[in-house]
């Protein structure tokens, strides 16, 4: 829950449903709730936190409209991890659907997890029911987690998890369940993933051996001395703004520093560059060109609440030197990226 809460957008709220200590409420024993425990750890990680919400009741009790009269609002993300039964996965799940903005995301916990086998009777019996009474569809299952979102809007998540998050997986394959086509996926370990964040203040952060901490996610290369070539069709930054470096209402300026892979085939390459994965800019190197600054304006506003920023770039020109009898070099050149910088 605290996890999910850091995801939070700016005015965002969350609430957290739970029997805690009534526990005569928790009949298949599904974890132990400590209504003191979760607030002090709350407070530990969230601070004061009045954008946190409780409520202390078993959800077979609950409606969708209670959920949304708490938050004010419809829900973005939903997580079922409640009581494991079928019953109770079952009807969370219907106030998920109940209150979820379209597009929102629907978790699931410990789906083909053994030791609670309603979870999954209780995925299967929802989507086996004709369309017109279920509001939610599939879009996979990976890490003890299943996904579900909105009609229309599973291929758009299908394609962020082949595209964007490619490189961060270990195991990606369409499979099939109760008649839709869905994605079974593995994640690197999360320390992969996520790198060691970056507390970007102003000033210059070098991506290369001499950068320290470096903030880089998807296809790179060793860093050299003097930066860090990008690999492959999608490479990205992903950092994390200093507290004080964000304030609702403040434009910011990121500033990339990179140069250009050129070769015959393609003597005017081009990057697309991405913030989170909406496309801001495309960056084309002209034959008297070969090194650019990068810049990228964003309002505050739109930083996740953790201060969590991602750039991302797409090269469809990237080639490898011994491809093109330049050199023995096997690597699948894009760009060459030499420092980050917050103005």
Not at 176 to 191: N, T
Not at 218 to 241: D, K, N, Q, Y
């Amino acid at each position: 829950m605290i996890a999910l809460s850091l995801l939070r957008g700016v005015h965002e709220k969350s609430l957290a449903i739970d029997v805690f200590e009534d526990q005569e409420l928790n009949v298949d024993k599904s974890g132990l709730g400590d209504a003191a425990a979760f607030t002090s750890n709350v407070t530990r990680w969230l601070g004061s936190a009045p954008e946190m919400l409780i409520m202390k009741a078993d959800s077979l009790a609950v409606s969708s409209a209670d959920v949304i009269q708490r938050l004010g609002g419809k829900v973005r993300l939903f997580s079922v991890d409640g009581s494991h039964t079928c019953e109770h996965t079952l009807n969370d799940i219907e106030i998920a659907q109940g209150c979820l903005v379209d597009g929102g995301i629907v978790i699931v916990d410990d789906f083909f997890n053994p030791d609670w086998p309603g979870v999954p009777e209780a995925l299967v019996r929802y989507l086996d029911r004709p369309e017109g009474q279920r509001r939610l569809v599939p879009i996979g299952y990976g890490d003890n987690k299943f996904y579900l979102t909105t009609n229309g809007y599973d291929d758009l998540y299908k394609k962020f998890l082949s595209k964007f998050f490619r490189s961060h997986l270990v195991h990606l394959k369409p499979v099939s369940l109760c008649g839709f086509d869905v994605l079974r996926f593995a994640s690197q370990p999360v320390e992969k993933v996520l790198g060691k964040p970056l507390a970007a203040q102003s000033g210059i952060q070098r991506l290369s051996t001499e950068g320290g901490s470096l903030p880089l996610v998807g296809s790179w290369s060793i860093p050299e001395r003097t930066g860090t070539w990008a690999t492959g069709e999608w490479s990205g930054l992903a950092f994390r703004l200093a507290p004080s470096g964000a304030k609702v209402g403040q434009r910011l300026t990121i500033a990339i520093e990179v140069a250009c892979f050129r070769h015959p085939k393609c003597p005017e390459p081009s990057l697309e560059v991405f913030f989170f994965e909406e496309k801001v800019k495309t960056v084309d190197f002209p034959l008297d060109i070969t090194d650019q600054t990068i810049t990228i304006e964003i309002d505050a506003k739109d930083v996740g609440c953790d201060g969590g920023v991602e750039i991302w770039f797409r090269n469809l020109n990237a080639a490898a030197p011994s491809e093109l009898g330049i050199s023995s070099d096997r690597r699948k050149l894009s760009f060459f990226a030499k420092s980050l910088e917050l103005r």
